[in-house]
């Protein structure tokens, strides 16, 4: 299996900050990575596919970047409603997707 | 606009076998993975397993054994059944959609989801 690994575990920050999200492979994957939101008692929302991919609705304050193993998600100019979980997911190594363990944005 | 609207028993002793459906709304079966993602308590994502329109299945080694996904293109509806089930099974599931990337190294990215129920094992 490809284990996908995210840093920091937890984040805290203020709103406007610009806040960056690492997440690596155990392996190369080249760019088949996607990145999720999730608030609590809700659904996982895509917000990135294949690295740098934003999804329609997205807020371009959203960015990723990376490929092989290293890869990172980027908000610039953070907002109340980004406070959240984020986990990245590979889909390289198809059909056993794996997903990084997750990080929680919180307000400072 | 895509909907996916899940329903199933959420209250399960253990060793019975877990039954979740997943109607799926404003498009059509083909040229998509339809996959069940389940999320224990306070903890990460994992991919269970997935079907296309065809019935071909594909599911996760660690779960394989206990694992079924069927489909029925007529009612628009994919199931989820996962038997003897523990209290490590306890968890919510959620159905999604995965749609193939064109880009780089390929895969898919789930870009709809169910709105999630929880199952719950306990004796």
């Known amino acids: 299996d490809i284990q996908m690994t995210q840093s920091p575990s937890s984040l805290s920050a203020s709103v406007g900050d610009r806040v960056t999200i690492t997440c690596r492979a155990s392996?190369?994957?080249?760019?088949?990575l996607n990145w999720y939101q999730q608030k609590p008692g809700r659904a996982p929302k895509l917000l990135i596919y294949?690295?740098?991919n934003l999804q329609s609705g997205v807020p371009s304050r959203f960015s990723g970047s990376g490929s092989g193993t290293g890869f990172t998600l980027t908000i610039s100019g953070l907002q109340p409603e980004d406070f959240a979980s984020y986990y990245c997911?590979?889909?390289?190594?198809?059909?056993?997707?794996?997903f990084g363990q997750g990080t929680t944005l919180e307000i400072k | 606009q895509v909907q996916l609207q899940q329903w199933g028993a959420g209250l399960l002793k253990p060793s019975e076998t877990l039954s979740l459906t997943c109607s799926v709304n404003?498009?059509?079966?083909?040229?998509?993975?339809w996959t069940w993602i389940r999320q224990p308590p306070g903890k990460g994502l994992e991919w269970i397993g997935e079907?296309?329109?065809?019935?071909?299945?594909?599911?996760n080694p660690s779960l394989k054994s206990r694992v079924t996904i069927s489909i029925d293109t007529s009612q628009n509806h994919f199931s989820l059944n996962l038997s003897s089930v523990t209290a490590a099974d306890t968890a919510v599931y959620y159905c999604?959609?995965?749609?193939?990337?064109?880009f780089g190294g390929g895969g898919y990215y789930f870009d709809y989801w169910g709105q999630g129920t929880l199952a719950t094992v306990s004796s």
């Open positions: 997911q590979q889909s390289y190594s198809t059909p056993l997707y794996t």
């Open positions: 392996q190369d994957i080249s760019t088949s």
């Open positions: 294949s690295t740098s």
């Open positions: 404003g498009e059509s079966f083909s040229g998509y993975y």
């Open positions: 079907i296309n329109h065809s019935g071909s299945t594909n599911f």
């Open positions: 999604t959609r995965g749609r193939l990337t064109i």
